[in-house]
């Protein structure tokens, strides 16, 4: 799992960060979702590994122009780009009609379908491999975090081993594989754990976007692998941020160290820190780290590979 | 007056090429007018020297995404540059409604006026220096160009001759100044003209897309100082250029002579032409030189400068 930031700017672009979208790779299927679709967030994969091809979710968070503005180009697009698949699109009450609006002024017309689906909290999508649940935030307007929660995956099942004790193939098999215990025809008592590999854990990514600190970005990022958290104010300026719900740096690590988190990513930065003003970035990630030293900063284009851990 | 080339390609963006978009600089009142505004015109305006603040008037030509998508973002940054003023937006049914609709459901709240003009074939916009107009072209949805002509200038009075001659001043001078012939008290008739210098022929900006060739392409075109015409497709792909309602870059030149204009500039080119494609943009460009010798190319962030002509 690989994330790439395509947009790391609040509000407006700037000329060294663009707004908010990010891909999250998902290689086992060489597939794509993107969460939240600002301006220009097309312009950004063509100077990205991420294809827009790969695409096949949109999640988005809320219906602030900078996180929604790029969605009618990127669709648009995408029907022109190969052979275009279908996608599935994410988002709060408002985003379904939005995209119907545009549709009709602007005359387009996909060539592929599109779904838009309404978020509660709650699941809102789930397959074998995949998990994704949204909860709400605290922002002006409704908006909502999101987990992607890897499946656990029970380790290797151990054939040779299973032979080499004489169990007979069967059913019995499909049990040990998951992990129960067994008790077979000679009265052995056989727990297919100790036939299987370490269970391999799912990884979590947790994007918390646009909000104040809340209580639910800690729920919903609790034992995150990654947290990307926005951060688009300095402590120092937390009146601002308490004022427009949006989130200080220390606010972030707050909610990374209450989850339990492994990493924070902090994003969506005001450009009022761009280098050269009183307050700079860096005094953002210092600010950080000083709370959740495990603390990383977004730039555009950044990757940042999400590992596997072993239990 | 100053063109700069914000998105010069049909469609979709390239790393080369934006969608469309064009400031007319006004430097008498460091005043900018867009024409069209594709996705992620804020982003070119990042690059060039236009300032976002000195947008006044936006003239949309169709509805197409290519041409709009990138609306509501530059005024939402516009709102955020300084202190905005106002901006006048002029374009075909259904822009309103499409703003209208973009700012409903992204809660989007402007802080300065914004009118939009819905256009009529004719006058979209008058003042001393500058009238523009507008006619429909030939596209698959309403498209209209755009002919912006300042106005003539009579020359500088001659105030030392006047005085040489002996003229009482008085109401006369304002006759004489506007070159009428007038008759002194002493019997004398003078000609205003003769106290005036050369007339200051008001230079005329045209610019027609999305279109296949059209005669009122010609019309609009008349006498113009620069015609900017789309040249989606090659001579070659004709066919596609009818049967999608878009020109070549052979149309264009064609309007170019037709219409007598000075210098022909092409733009919105199909993404089917980069390089190392069997056909490539210089043969677009080789093909209109044909017809008409004084064609450039655009190219994104280009720039040229309108000259006065000097009758
Ligand atoms: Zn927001
Ligand atoms: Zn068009």
Redesign the interface.
Known sequence: MQITFLGTSS?????AR??SSIALNLPQRAEVWLFDCG??T??QL??CDVKISQIRRIFVTH????H???L??LL??YG?AGSPDRIDIYGPK??D??LR??QK????HFNYPIKVHTIEPGVVHQEADFTVTCIPLKH??PAYGYRVSETDKSGRFNLEKAKELGIPSGPIYGKLKNGEVVTLADGRVINGRDLCGETEIGRKFVYCTDTVFCENSIELAADADVLIHESTFAHEDAEMAFDRLHSTSTMAAQVALGAGAKELILTHFSPRYAPGNPIVLDDLLQAARAIFPQTKMAYDLMTHEIARRIN
Chains 1, 2 share one sequence.
């Open positions: 509000g407006v672009p700037t000329r663009n707004v301006e220009a097309q312009h063509l100077r219906l602030h122009g900078d929604i503005f790029g009618m180009g648009a697009t022109m408002g985003l009609e939005y609006a545009c002024y602007s005359y387009t002006k307007v």
